[in-house]
């Protein structure tokens, strides 16, 4: 069975910068443990066991952790980072155990001192000359390691570090958090967190190149297919001038069209907007031509086109005669505009129904 007690000591530094002192390590007496069901147990370490001659070598030559482990072996030193050393056997001081140990470098603020060790367990229960009362012996004490930890179980046993006596350079060899990208993070050496995010960079930059290379290909290939379209477009125009110089005509003759009924703005319209608009212009608002097919707005348009050549003859001549009106002081009338005209024209063809009616 293995057992760690927690356990002070004054230190002293070396020229290198290492901190030597004789702490309490251990002591006698009871002892409590919390079970996994959480009850206390409560061992006694008698002075026949705790100071027996085998146990006290034991100590000897063995290392310092920060924290416990379970059993240090050569096995796993190198990735539990021994702290220091155990220098000589225990040896007694009135009622506790004290040895002399070295600390190399120390990156916590933990300060209690706690021994790992096997033993066997008496589990006689009894009550000690002092009258209190124990669940059971320890003995055959055999020492693994001495683990700083924040608080002993011994309660005597402890670093006690003058201010000066503080290293001032932190442990190379402290833990990091890394974080991989599913979430999950693992505590891995200083130098593993670094050479992981180099890979990780490098990575990044690798797959960034990959994209660049892809997107110049791509963009290369959409600039071939369109030079080919292109190309071809240019060829169908050539092969099909003609038709484009009718479609010409055909579109002037429509603007015209559009001029002479008073449709503004016909420039910006498509063919079907124009015709719409000549038939408004000529039959009025009120025609709703927005569910009638394009057969239907092709033949309206068609019926319109002679009433706009007459409207815009009428405007002409209206306009002339208007224009060239004189006042009674033989002064000429200003020249209305055609809004004015518009006006004037509608005024006329309303009075010359009404005379025909």
Not at 80 to 101: F, H, M, Y
Not at 238 to 254: M, W
Not at 296 to 308: G, M, R, S, T, V
């Amino acid at each position: 069975m293995i057992r760690f007690d927690n356990v002070e000591f004054k230190a002293v530094k070396t020229d290198e910068g290492f901190i030597k002192d004789t702490p309490i390590i251990g002591r006698t007496g009871l002892l409590t443990y919390v079970q996994p069901d959480g009850t206390i147990r409560t061992e006694y370490r008698p002075p026949e066991e705790a100071f027996a001659e085998d146990s006290l070598k034991s100590i000897e030559a063995k290392p310092i952790t920060v924290g416990h482990h379970g059993l240090v072996t050569s096995a796993n030193a190198k990735s539990i980072k021994p702290v220091g050393t155990v220098l000589s056997e225990a040896k007694q001081d009135g009622d506790n155990i004290r040895a002399d140990v070295v600390i190399y470098n120390l990156d916590c603020s933990e300060r209690d001192l706690s021994c790992g060790y096997s033993l066997d367990l008496d589990e006689t229960p009894g009550v000690t000359p002092s009258g209190e009362r124990y669940d059971a012996v320890q003995r055959n004490i055999r020492y693994n390691h001495l683990a700083i930890v924040q608080k002993g179980r011994a309660g005597n046993a402890r670093l006690n570090f003058d201010g000066e006596q503080i290293f001032e350079e932190k442990n190379e060899d402290k833990m990091d958090k890394l974080k991989l990208e599913n979430g999950i993070e693992y505590e891995v050496p200083a130098e593993v967190k670094v050479a992981f995010e180099a890979m990780t960079s490098e990575k990044e930059e690798v797959k960034k190149a990959k994209d660049k290379a892809e997107a110049e290909r791509d963009a290369a290939i959409a600039d071939k297919d369109k030079a080919i379209e292109d190309l071809g477009n240019a060829q169908k125009d050539g092969a099909g001038s003609d038709n484009f110089n009718e479609e010409v005509k055909k579109r002037v003759a429509l603007l015209d069209t559009a001029k002479k009924a008073g449709v503004e703005q016909a420039d910006e319209m498509d063919e079907q907007a124009i015709k719409c608009a000549v038939i408004n212009s000529v039959r009025g608002d009120s025609v709703d031509l927005s569910d009638k097919s394009l057969d239907y707005i092709n033949a309206a348009f068609d019926l319109c086109k002679d009433d706009a050549i007459k409207r815009q003859d009428a405007m002409d001549k209206q306009k002339q005669s208007i224009n060239s009106h004189k006042r009674e002081d033989g002064t000429v009338e200003e020249e209305l505009t055609t809004a004015q005209l518009m006006d004037k024209l509608r005024a006329d063809e309303s009075q010359l129904y009404m005379e025909e009616v």
